[in-house]
């Protein structure tokens, strides 16, 4: 079995040189870039609007005690139960007891990465229920057996083509590639599906603690669906995703349609706030809402790294990430796929087991300039890569900085070392790649940087020199 930064080291390498893999995530992307900047283009101040937004959550993230009891209170007030969830398995169990109370055997789930975060779906098969996702990225990736690839895009990896073929083998007689027929395949199973499920889970993209109601932004009404039609809802969500008011979502709801798929605004957004009450004709018997921490009061707890706490899922980062075109999101083997997912996973899952992720990032920023709530993501990358080396320090590492501090400090030594260098890798090409050569890992892929021909404190000399 592999460990992880042995698994990410396979699944990058083979995906990076996967040519049509690229031409698929570099074709969805050229179509987003193109709608985010239009819809960007409609807001009056984006920059203003993404101050706005961060000043939110910072107020949202550092009252969070408050906000998220407010929540619960307004929400218990209209019959909805709230269970607090330490962890992952707490709130596997939770979700199972009302399963087995129920005595449930079908559940539809609109999309919820927090219930991927739970690995929801094995352990509700596990114990027997029949789980369909009903979100129709989502539907085509449990198909396929596999995880989603981009938290806002589940299936953005795959053709037109590859998505016939799954149908054609996993649900029949599919001969159309056109994406209204695939849709119309997908839907004609789903709907049977709701009519048939007990129970029905979601996720939320925000909480509003004055209302003590869910948000659940989508395009296709699938989460209206399984939110709704089912006797009993359940909404799994992280303690971060609070809001403090309603007109909160004034600007969230465009920021987060503009960000993530380059939308003015989702096409349904929804608001739940308990079960049905007496006189309403639609809507669950019972509504439950999972808040789940799984270590995020851990993050919370970091004043230096607690603004990824403001993340609101939108995807943005992912796609201007020159690291995740290349290597894709499964690669990266956690929930949280992309920059922000380099971030929070050494949080969630263990900072030496995942320091890795942090170090597959070439630090340009693109993360951090996309992210409409201004988290400093690549500085954060940064200080995961500190705290793991102080946490855990490597003796070679130490020694080459130890070195190199050494050199640098001395500038004889260090004008000496530059022109060693410079007839050294003149000699270089006859060893490169064998075993002789000290650089071969890097020039396995890569060129080794040329050291100048001449150094600036040579030029400078032969520049004072001239009369
Ligand atoms: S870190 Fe920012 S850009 Fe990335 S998903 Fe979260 S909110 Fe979006």
């Known amino acids: 079995m592999n460990t992880p930064v042995e698994q990410f080291r396979e699944d990058a390498t083979r995906v990076a040189a996967d040519e049509q893999h690229r031409r698929l995530i570099q074709g969805a992307l050229g179509k987003y870039y193109v709608a985010r900047d239009r819809q960007v283009g409609r807001f009056q101040d984006w920059q203003s609007a993404r101050q706005a937004a961060a000043e939110t959550k910072w107020e949202a993230v550092n009252h969070l005690d408050q906000h998220l009891v407010s929540f ?54 596990k114990d027997g229920y029949e789980v369909v996702e009903s979100d129709l990225g989502e539907y085509i990736v449990q198909l396929r057996k596999e995880a989603p690839y981009h938290f806002v895009f589940p299936a953005m990896h795959l053709s037109r083509g590859d998505i016939r073929e799954l149908f054609d083998r996993e649900i029949g007689n599919v001969k159309s590639d056109n994406p209204e027929d695939l849709t119309m395949v997908a839907r004609r199973v789903l709907r049977k599906k709701y009519c048939e499920a007990d129970i029905g889970i979601s996720g939320a993209n925000f909480a509003i603690a004055e209302t003590g109601m869910i948000s659940i932004t989508e395009n296709e009404g699938n989460a209206r669906l399984t939110t709704s039609l089912p006797r009993v809802h359940i909404a799994v969500m992280g303690i971060e995703k609070v809001l403090p008011r309603l007109e909160d979502l004034a600007l969230f709801l465009p920021m987060l349609g503009t960000a993530g798929a380059g939308q003015a605004i989702t096409c349904y957004n929804s608001m739940i706030g308990g079960p049905r009450q007496p006189g309403e004709c639609d809507g669950p018997e019972e509504f439950h809402v999972v808040l789940l921490d799984n270590h995020r009061t851990r993050l919370l707890a970091d004043p230096e790294q607690r603004d990824a706490l403001h993340c609101i899922r939108c995807g943005a980062c992912l796609n201007v990430c020159p690291i995740f075109k290349n290597i894709g999101g499964h690669s990266y083997g956690t929930t949280y796929q992309g920059p922000i997912g380099s971030v929070i996973t050494p949080h969630f899952r263990g900072l030496q087991d995942w320091k890795h992720l942090s170090n597959a990032s070439s630090l340009c920023g693109a993360c951090t300039s ?98």
Request: aromatic share 10%; glycine share 4%; net charge positive.
């Open 370 to 467: 996309a992210c409409p709530v201004k988290i400093d993501i690549h500085h954060h990358l940064l200080h995961n890569r500190r705290n793991a080396a102080t946490q855990k320090p490597r003796w070679w590492e130490k020694l080459a900085y130890k070195i190199a501090a050494g050199v640098l400090n001395w500038p004889e030594f260090y004008a000496f070392a530059t022109a060693v260098g410079r007839v050294m890798q003149k000699f270089h090409p006859l060893v490169k790649g064998s075993v002789l050569d000290p650089a071969r890992a890097w020039t396995k892929t890569r060129e080794l940087p040329q050291v100048a021909p001449q150094s600036f404190r040579d030029y400078w000399r032969a520049r004072e020199r001239k009369p």
């Open 72 to 125: 619960a209170e307004k929400l218990e007030a209209r019959g909805g139960k709230v269970f607090w969830a330490n962890n992952s398995a707490e709130a596997r169990d939770y979700i199972l007891k009302i399963c087995r109370e129920k005595k449930a055997r079908c559940i539809v789930k609109s999309k919820a990465m927090t219930a991927e975060e739970i690995h929801l779906n094995a352990a509700l098969e």
